[in-house]
């Protein structure tokens, strides 16, 4: 088992990335849980480039991580000056991180056009920053900024460049695919003859792979075949333009799929969905419902024939059981389906063996998602159309009528007022109530309503709301559609609505997410049955 370092840059080069920010407190959380996970080296910033990074390397001396070894990133020192006169590199010092990445020019190209120094100062430039920042007691990781395009253009200098921080102290060199343009294949191969040349300084290579021909994930498993020892990327693949590498599939792929592999100290990889969505809570930032591995859909089935599959061996249409990095296996219900989901997912009803029923749940299904619903995050919803298909649905109270009401007042403050009348058992109840809005009215108008009756809603709110018109074609006259996300102490569930009017797509999706939680709630309060214990004496 060969041993391969993880070293992420979501702190740094993640938050490069077009609307992925984070705050210090953010950035503190996250290097824990990164800690948590084994990463190796956690990049947290430029501590010259702002004041928040500098803070976040300061507090970060007194957290006692248990795997990972902080990083600093910084460049070669400037032209024109000594490392120890460069801001720059006295701030890798001075940040206290224990390891600093330093990144220097591989191609000829950059350093006579971009950098616009001579080919001999950039030697000097590497050479210097790195020895100044080994002397200071740090190691030193050294990106080859631009390594693949500056070894294919001139491979001799760009030899140079990466043997010149090796014999200057480096421990690592890691070649950069910076642009992002570079194939598998030579990636490979160039990983081949880096390793070749920088054999004789007795120094590994590791690499960094940006996401511009969606190539960074395979490109980084090509290297680490050709013998690199570290890959370097951000949770979700995060970053500049296209992103980088993403490390979640990086470690998958090595820890889990691929053989003679090792990662994150051989620990399990059943917390890599955790971490993934705690990245995306944290930035603000809606899952990625395709992502490999980890996103919500990676083991999700909605054919029926796939569905079918699956029941008699998963094996069948995954290439992986979920729960080895932490995710969940779903079945999903639409037009597509057929029997094999609508089976799976009413297993807990005991109605598997009433094909009639199926047929008619199906048919159900059908006719509702040609009218613009969609079970797939309305779980709770389907939950309540199979009870009503079985004829187990007993409503816990009747709807009479509602109305909402939005006015303003005189300096255009919007007032929203809702009234709802319901029949709970043999008591009318008529109430009023107001809100921050027309849902948030109705179900603060619905609860006090049912107030006293049911005290299990006080434990229960709403997480999410969202609206999508189903035909945009027909204008004002499209019909809406609306899904709740509620949840309580214990689970969190999806109902929907749909109509032309998004106040009656709501107020039916809201009943629902109350109707499935009284009903949940019995089910839990029924103790088992006993019947068992009396047949058999």
């Known amino acids: 088992m060969r041993s391969i370092q993880i070293y992420d840059t979501t702190l740094r080069d993640g938050t490069q990335g077009e609307g992925f920010s984070l705050s210090l407190q953010d950035k503190l959380q996250i290097a824990r849980r990164l800690d948590e996970l084994g990463v190796d080296y956690i990049e947290g910033g430029y501590p010259l480039s702002n004041a928040k990074d500098v803070e976040f390397f300061q507090r970060m001396q007194d957290v006692e991580l248990q795997h990972a070894k902080v990083s600093a990133f910084g460049m070669t020192r400037r032209r024109g000056m000594t490392a120890a006169e460069d801001p720059g590199m006295v701030a890798l010092v001075e940040s206290g991180a224990p390891a600093c990445t330093v990144v220097g020019k591989t191609w000829d190209f950059h350093v006579t056009d971009v950098l616009r120094v001579s080919l001999e100062e950039n030697l000097a430039m590497i050479r210097d920053s790195v020895a100044f920042l080994v002397a200071a007691g740090r190691e030193v990781i050294y990106d080859a900024e631009h390594f693949f395009d500056g070894w294919k253009r001139n491979s001799e200098y760009a030899a140079q460049t990466v043997q010149a921080a090796a014999e200057a102290g480096a421990s690592l060199v890691v070649l950069c695919d910076t642009n992002g343009g570079s194939m598998p294949e ?6 081949r003859q880096a390793i070749s040349a920088l ?19 395979a490109n980084s498993l090509a290297a680490v075949d050709a013998g690199a020892v570290q890959v370097q990327g951000t949770i979700n693949g995060v970053g500049e333009r296209c992103g980088n590498a993403d490390l979640i599939s990086v470690i998958a792929n090595l820890g889990a799929k691929k053989q003679g592999y090792s990662v994150l100290g051989g620990e399990s990889l059943e917390h890599l969905t955790e971490l993934s969505r705690y990245v995306y809570e944290t930035a603000n930032q809606h899952f990625r419902n395709n ?22 061996a998963t094996e069948s249409y995954e290439h992986l059981n979920p729960e080895i990095v932490g995710n969940a296996r779903r079945v999903l219900v639409s037009e597509l389906s057929g029997r094999s989901n609508i089976i799976a997912l009413t297993t807990k009803h005991n109605i598997q063996e009433d094909r009639q029923l199926m047929d008619g749940i199906l048919t159900r299904v059908v006719e509702l998602e040609n009218q613009g619903y969609q079970f797939e995050a309305a779980e709770a919803s389907f939950d309540l159309l199979v009870k009503t298909c079985a004829d187990s649905f007993t409503p816990h109270f009747k709807r009479i009528k509602y109305h909402v009401e939005v006015s303003a007042d005189a300096a255009h403050s919007l007032l929203t007022e809702a009234t709802v009348k319901l029949q709970v058992g043999d008591e009318i109840r008529h109430e009023v109530a107001e809100g921050d809005g027309p849902v948030n009215a109705l179900d603060a108008a619905l ?19 969202k609206v999508r018109v189903v035909n945009s074609e027909a204008g004002t006259a499209a019909r809406i559609r609306v899904i709740i996300e509620s949840a309580d102490q214990h689970d969190v569930w999806g109902t929907i609505g749909v109509s032309e009017n998004i106040i009656e797509a709501s107020w039916l999706a809201l009943v629902d997410a109350i109707e499935y939680k009284l009903h949940k709630d019995e089910v839990e309060m029924t103790p088992p049955s006993t019947d068992h214990l009396a047949a058999n004496g």
């Open 186 to 191: 030579e990636i490979a191969d160039l990983t």
């Open 447 to 465: 609860r006090k309503a049912l107030n006293g009756k049911f005290p299990s809603l006080n434990d229960m709110h709403l997480v999410d709301y």
């Open 291 to 312: 992502q490999p591995f980890v996103g919500q859909s990676a083991f999700a089935h909605k054919g029926g024939m796939h569905v079918h599959a699956i029941a008699r």
């Open 199 to 217: 054999a004789a300084c007795d120094v590994a290579v590791g690499i960094h792979c940006h996401n511009d021909c969606d190539l960074a994930v």
